[in-house]
């Protein structure tokens, strides 16, 4: 213990060290947090001998970077844009119908180079071939659809 006591500010940055190696197998970023506590604990060791101040510094410094750094620095380097696989992806995509679509018929519209059996479950009249539409979600193999209407210019 009394190399320790002798040598406080070597042991904080020991202590940061291994916080830091360990942090690289979870990436979790709590234990860099920590490690840059044990970095203000070295710091404070470097001002004063006094074990008290010195661990006091460390966890504040800790608990304050837990709180107000990890979080935004989490959620900026772990989230990213959602990424929508197959048919879901087409949600929001506009088609050209090329068999007129019913109220209570099926027709085929033409998204991205693909035809798919449509319906338009609000219709109250046909959608003619030719129209443009809009996908509001995919049913199975079946593409529920809405006209879209120009703006006038």
Avoid: N
């Avoid at 947090?33 to 008290?52: I, Y």
């Avoid at 088609?95 to 449509?118: D, N, Q």
């Amino acid at each position: 213990m009394d190399w320790l006591r002798d040598h406080l500010w070597e042991t904080w940055l020991g202590i940061a060290i291994v916080l830091g190696v360990a942090e690289m197998l979870g990436m979790e970023f709590f234990l860099l947090m920590l490690a840059a506590g044990a970095l203000a604990g070295m710091g404070t060791a470097l001002v004063t001998d006094s074990v008290a101040v010195q661990v006091l510094v460390a966890s504040g410094t800790s608990v304050l970077l837990l709180a107000a750094v990890r979080p935004p620095l989490v959620r900026r380097l772990h989230g990213g844009p959602e990424l929508v696989l197959g048919p879901a992806g087409l949600v929001g995509a506009r088609g050209l119908v090329i068999e007129s679509i019913a109220a209570h018929s099926p027709g085929r519209i033409k998204i991205g180079g693909e035809s798919w059996l449509a319906v338009s479950p609000g219709a109250e009249s046909a959608i003619e071939a030719g129209r443009t539409v809009e996908v509001i979600e995919i049913v199975g193999a079946t593409a529920h659809v809405r006209p879209v209407y120009d703006s006038p210019s």
